[in-house]
Nanobody, 129 residues
Framework: QLQLVESGGGLVEPGGSLRLSCVLSGETLNFYAIGWFRQAPGKEREGVSC???????????YYVDSVKGRFTISRDDAKNTVYLQMNNLEPEDTGVYFC???????????????????WGEGTQVTVSS
């Protein structure tokens, strides 16, 4: 049974950095695109970034405008792990961060949450001074 486990969240000051990890177990990561989503208190879950499956070439990556230039998504299929490097964090980045699967491709943008198949439980990120 496929499972996703996120880790790496925590409390960080504005301008700081965190690296989130998403480990997939139960199946191989190779065939899945992985998306990162976040949900702030009282707000709907929103997409942050997505990375295509490897598919024999470099995986394409996608970001929402609010994180472009600050966040970097990457994957290591040998470790069944996807990462989200978050730099220059802002208070608005606070929320629970989730990773989720989609077959093969993100479809050229960060997918809506309804397009994703499997979800992790999330990891809390708090950006505050």
């Amino acid at each position: 049974q496929l499972q996703l486990v996120e880790s790496g969240g925590g409390l960080v000051e504005p301008g700081g950095s965190l690296r989130l990890s998403c480990v997939l177990s139960g199946e191989t990561l190779n065939f899945y695109a992985i998306g990162w989503f976040r949900q702030a208190p009282g707000k709907e879950r929103e997409g942050v970034s997505c990375i295509d499956s490897v598919g024999g070439s470099d995986s394409s990556t996608y970001y929402v405008d609010s994180v472009k230039g600050r966040f970097t998504i990457s994957r290591d299929d040998a470790k069944n792990t996807v990462y989200l490097q978050m730099n220059n964090l802002e208070p608005e980045d606070t929320g629970v961060y989730f990773c989720a699967t989609k077959m093969y491709y993100c479809s050229n943008y960060v997918p809506p949450s309804g397009a994703m198949i499997n979800w992790g439980e999330g990891t809390q990120v708090t950006v505050s001074s």
